[in-house]
């Protein structure tokens, strides 16, 4: 809009420093400015803008502010133009009259370029300094909300967002007046303004068709928005509503109520923290939880939506972030607590200076401190992680959906590693605390005092030398129990008790090596002098009781009398010679001077003890000699009764006798476990005597014939009871389950016995066609030698009864296995008097069963060909009880639930006091209820159920 040879009305020159300044007059085109020529007039707004019915409508807010736009810039352009002709007017065709005196001025004096840049600059200037729209208070929020609000509660930053805030402002007005001369202005192509900014404004949008056509399209994108964006769903504010309300400033756990406790130990904290969660997902699982499955429970509500997954897969991203945010919100809390600003709300920790295995250290160390820290973070992740999902909780299946509520890596790797610097940064006095006692006293535990005082013995030293190292060592000991036993720092309490007591337990140690070094060496080797002819005393005279110990015996005092006696009569010459110094140097005390006699007089009072022994030997010895000889003949009468006993067995085949067969095997065994014990006594008093050890296989060759007996007789003694119990005992106690894997297992065992005995009497065949083939080879022998053959009895094949036993019972376990299923249809804990009165029905007479009715009698009706029938009514059976036990289960809910009441204020009035847990155990039961209701089996119990929901 640069004109040529003139800048706002004024003509060329007329912006120079030496022109005089004349009086301001009004025309009609304006204010005259400085310079004597008239201004552009200002834009004037209307006194009462046009009410815009559409001006509410976010869908067309966009749109408007652009028509707006384009019209003020309509308005502006037009206004420039007239006051261009207008000044044109009045510069060039109408004749000055006014002021004919007005000095000319040449056009060379200033540039072309130079009157449009100054034209340019003079307009621009005149655009920004008109009125710009302030920036909205709703942006400077959202902004605010978008700054974490650790950040904002801040008290040093207030400042700096107030600065940011100026800013922010700054470049708004910036930004807007920019924009205004974007729309009013257009750059000249000059010297000067290379860096300027300025139109033509962006380009408009294309494709916008504000004309009727449009309409069908609108409406079937507006149609489209609502089937698709769940969002705006009212189900989906409400639960958002909810989430704000209930979890908006909501924290998991708040460690920092924990200092005022005192402090704590490690294990504690963790306690806490964990019960803490738990407390806090239970109170939302059991309020929150519920009332957001509510609000999806009533279908009806839903109808219009299409597509259910997708709506039902924003409500869980809804709830999924919600509970991100808390978790999020929890940690950053629990990070903030480590600041400096916030170490008086840090919990207080008991950490311990200790002395163990001579080592100075914290307990716990401080790994267990960082790991306690970074528990806290863990368990907060592990937190709301089971929330099921609407769709799936509604669903109602065995499996439930969970919600994705894991918080991001990066965010817990931002706060581990923040915790580990805070941690270790608390953590730096403590540990100066430690080196102090590490750099003052780490010579008495390191060995290094202890090498000084054994280089010390190692010299000769007076009484009076000894007494002063003692004296300095007790000193030191009183020092350091001197010490403060507790240190207090932000987040530990350090207890240095155990330290101290430690370090002044060694000082006195060291001590103590000095005083008793003299004499506790003296003393200690008179001691084991004695024990030793005291062991050498009780084990010549102790009677053996066995070969073994006489053998021991033998040894042990043949040794003592060479090697062991020489050793004692040295160690007894070195005693006389360190006790012949002592005496003179040394108050010994009674108990040491009887000590000293007593060694003195062992080597005479040890021969008399030598003596007797010779004569204890001879006599132990022929004793045991004869007591082996006579196990010997016993063990051998013995296993021969047993085989004959086990022979027996093969006779054994009366169903009736299995009580008596059971105890009869029994009695066998023990004998067989008392002749394989005392075998090992006779093995090893042969051994001891050095005699030929004896071998004696008949035990093994028992013990297996009796075992397919035993077992084939305890297993048809358990059928039997089984079967006697299921068959006569109580009818509706029966389970079938119990009953036929009970029989599987009867049945198995009996297999493998039945294998068994086949096999035995397979190898019995052999034998006999094996001694028949002898037989007839002798016969044919004799036949050739021309002689008579003896006339032999044939030998019959015995076969075990036992045999017979395993085929009886197999049968029988077969026959019973036809009649597990009648006991599964009708001993079914679910069945009732309907159900009897329903088969009594069917059956033709009445089958309800009382206390006499027992498996046997049911199977005497003969209800085979209702079975079938029957298998039905017990299979609804079972469903009903299913639903019965589940009302039941809520009923007895209610049983250990107390209404407390409580005085409201001064109103004389009772309210309900601790409504939460009744509220969620009502809101659990009513879903439950419904849930019933539903179920093609509650008619038994439908007044019930009309009655709980």
């Not at 652009?66 to 510069?91: T, V, W």
Request: aromatic share 8%; net charge negative; with cysteine.
């Amino acid at each position: 809009m640069a004109s040529d040879g003139y800048a706002n009305g004024v003509p060329n020159g007329a912006m120079n420093s030496e022109v005089d300044m004349t009086p301001r007059l009004r025309s009609k085109l304006g204010t005259i400015g400085p310079d004597g020529f008239p201004v552009l007039p200002p834009i004037r707004t209307p006194a009462k803008p046009k009410e815009d019915p559409y001006a509410k409508s976010r869908l067309r807010t966009h749109r408007l502010a652009n028509q707006n736009k384009a019209l003020l810039m309509k308005i502006l352009q037009e206004s420039a133009m007239k006051a261009a002709d207008e000044s044109h007017y009045f510069n060039e065709l109408k004749p000055r009259e006014e002021n004919k005196d007005f000095p000319e001025y040449p056009p060379e004096m200033m540039s072309k370029e130079r009157r449009i840049r100054l034209n340019y600059q003079y307009l621009k200037g005149s655009v920004e300094s008109g009125p710009v729209t302030p920036m909205q208070q709703q942006w400077a929020e959202h902004i605010i909300r978008m700054i974490p609000e650790h950040l904002r509660n801040k008290p040093e930053l207030r400042e700096v967002l107030n600065e940011l805030f100026a800013e922010v402002h700054t470049n708004f007005n910036e930004s807007m007046k920019k924009s205004m001369v974007q729309h009013v202005l257009i750059k000249p192509d000059v010297k000067g303004l290379e860096g300027e900014v300025a139109g033509p404004p962006p380009a408009e949008p294309q494709g916008l068709d504000f004309s009727q056509p449009w309409h069908e399209a609108f409406l079937v994108n507006r149609e489209d928005i609502r089937d698709n964006l769940h969002l705006l769903h009212p189900s989906m504010q409400t639960v958002l509503r909810m989430c704000q309300a209930t979890l908006g400033n909501l924290v998991l756990v708040d460690v920092s109520t924990y200092r005022s406790n005192g402090p704590m130990e490690f294990d504690n904290l963790k306690n806490n923290v964990i019960l803490d969660l738990e407390k806090t997902e239970e109170k939302l699982m059991h309020s929150w939880y519920p009332g957001v499955i509510n609000v999806f429970t009533d279908k009806n509500n839903f109808t219009g939506i299409k597509n259910m997954e997708s709506f039902y897969n924003s409500v869980t991203t809804l709830i999924s972030n919600q509970l991100k945010e808390l978790l999020v919100r929890t940690i950053d809390g629990f990070v903030d607590l480590f600041e400096e600003e916030n170490h008086l709300q840090l919990p207080i920790l008991k950490m311990e200076l200790t002395f163990d295995d001579q080592m100075m250290q914290f307990y716990p160390p401080v790994s267990d401190l960082e790991e306690l820290v970074l528990f806290v973070v863990k368990q907060v992740t592990n937190t709301m992680q089971k929330v099921a999902t609407v769709q799936s909780w509604l669903a109602g299946g065995n499996t439930l959906t969970h919600t994705d509520a894991i918080v991001a890596q990066h965010i817990l790797d931002t706060a581990t590693k923040r915790l580990k610097e805070r941690v270790a940064e608390y953590f730096k006095k403590p540990q100066e605390h430690l080196q102090s006692f590490i750099d003052r006293y780490d010579y008495i535990v390191n060995g290094e005092a202890l090498t000084e005082i054994h280089t010390y013995m190692e010299d000769e030293h007076t009484f009076a030398e000894f007494t002063v190292q003692i004296e300095k060592y007790r000193a030191l000991a009183s020092e350091i129990m001197g010490l403060p036993s507790i240190e207090h720092y932000d987040m530990i309490r350090l207890d240095c008790e155990d330290l101290k007591v430690g370090l002044a337990e060694a000082s006195r140690g060291l001590a103590d090596e000095l005083l008793s070094r003299v004499s506790a060496d003296h003393r200690r080797e008179n001691e084991n002098i004695c024990e030793e002819f005291k062991v050498i005393q009780e084990r010549a005279l102790k009677i053996p009781e066995t070969s073994e110990e006489l053998q021991e015996m033998v040894t042990f005092v043949e040794q003592a009398r060479t090697v062991g006696m020489i050793k004692l009569n040295e160690r007894i010459k070195d005693s006389k010679d360190r006790l012949a110094y002592l005496i003179d140097v040394f108050m010994f005390t009674p108990k040491d001077i009887e000590l000293n006699c007593e060694v003195l007089t062992w080597p005479t009072r040890i021969n008399p003890v030598f003596d007797d022994n010779d004569v204890l030997v001879e006599s132990s010895k022929q004793k045991s000699e004869k007591q082996l000889n006579e196990r010997r003949e016993k063990v051998m009468l013995e296993l021969e009764k047993l085989r004959q006993r086990v022979d027996e067995f093969n006779d054994y085949g009366e169903l009736d006798m299995m009580q008596q067969y059971v105890q009869d095997v029994g009695k066998v065994q023990r004998r067989i476990a008392d002749i394989q014990e005392q075998i090992v006594w006779i093995n090893k008093e042969e051994a001891l005597f050095k005699y030929p050890v004896s071998v004696y296989p008949d035990v093994d060759d028992i013990a297996s014939q009796l075992d397919p007996f035993m077992r084939l007789f305890n297993v048809v003694l358990k059928w039997q009871r089984a079967e006697k119990k299921w068959m006569d005992g109580m009818f509706l106690e029966l389970n079938s389950e119990a009953i036929e894997g009970e029989v599987d297992e009867y049945t198995r065992d009996l297999y493998k016995i039945q294998k068994q005995f086949n096999s035995k009497v397979k190898k019995l065949q052999i034998e006999r066609e094996e001694r028949d083939r002898e037989k007839k080879r002798k016969r044919r022998m004799v036949e050739e030698d021309g002689e008579a053959p003896a006339e032999e009895e044939d030998d019959d094949l015995q076969i075990p009864q036992a045999v017979n036993v395993c085929n009886t019972v197999m049968d029988n376990m077969r026959d019973f296995k036809e009649i597990v299923p009648v006991i599964s249809i009708m001993c079914n804990p679910g069945i009732r008097e309907r159900h009897w009165t329903k088969m009594s029905d069917i059956a033709g007479f009445d089958l309800t069963p009382d206390t006499g009715t027992t498996l046997r009698k049911v199977l005497k009706l003969e209800l085979d060909s209702f079975m079938e029938q029957f298998e039905m009514i017990s299979g609804g059976a079972s469903k009903e009880f299913s639903l019965e036990k589940a009302m039941k289960k809520m009923m007895d809910e209610w049983e250990g639930i107390s209404f407390s009441l409580i005085a409201y204020r001064d109103t004389g009035i009772s309210i309900l006091a601790s409504v939460d847990d009744i509220q969620t155990i009502l809101d659990d039961q009513i879903v439950k209820t419904q849930t019933m209701r539903g179920s093609p089996f509650i008619k038994p119990f439908e007044k019930e159920i009309k009655v709980q929901s």
